[in-house]
């Protein structure tokens, strides 16, 4: 019998590429990691240790901005997952329905984050827009220009609106991939619809929705430019979070060292929650 030797000179294409991306993203980690530890006075570089992170780390305002993030993130993640869920599975299974439901459904994924700021900013306002101006109709005070409730509502309610197709179309296509013998035996056992979502549709979407757990829970955690079009992170710091403290550091203060050490800090922030979900959401799939 002859055996066939595995040629791995395929890797060679994409090596170009790895290098490429290896050095665009360790370069400038790099760069962030010495202005974090050092103090540069013109010219001059001066060794500081860690004095800019247990500077950074004692800011109340970084305490009260992460408090803020944390409550966005769970809060979206609360939300865009049932109801995430809940669309996919009502969603058409067959016929020229599928597609226009995919192509209506994945319409706010398609639209940049500055435009959906902008709508969002329009749509909210009191006298000109359509949702603030329903909202004064029905007697309510809303405000989101200088109500901090309404402003922190407005842009999770954005948040959810934007993202919550992702999550549909992650599970959907989840549910597209079970085979129909799972649910033909179903039948036969005369199962209910709750028993087949419990023993049969969410067991084969737990890898499904650890991906849509991570990449939600990442973007959530980076959100800048939607809060900041719409609010500015406004009335007061009530939609302040955590990438905006960040770009206040840098660019309104120049204030490098801090913003560097943050910026490693929020980095790590983000490494630790998703290996938290992560961990957490395989344990569960396991039991």
Known sequence: MIEKTRSNRAWLLVLPMTILVAFSAIVPLMTVVNYSLQDILGNTKVYVGFEWFRKVLRDPELHAAFLRQLLFSFSVLAIQLPLGLGISLVMPRRGWAVSASLVVLALPLLIPWNVVGTIWQIFGRSDIGMGGSTL???????????????????????????????????????????????????????????????????????NVLVIAVLLRFMDSFMIYTEPFVVTGGGPGNSTTFLSQFLTRLAVGQFDLGNAAAFSLIYFVFILFFCYVFYTIMNRLGQG
């Open 136 to 206: 004064v109709d029905l007697g309510l005070h809303y405000n989101y220009t200088a109500n901090r409730v309404d402003a922190w509502l407005t842009v999770l309610v954005m948040d959810v609106w934007h993202w919550t197709p992702l999550v549909a179309l992650l599970c959907y296509s989840g549910l597209r991939s079970i085979p129909d013998a799972y649910y033909q035996a179903a039948s036969i056992d005369g199962a209910s619809n709750w028993s087949v979502f419990r023993y049969i549709q969410l067991p084969k979407l737990k």
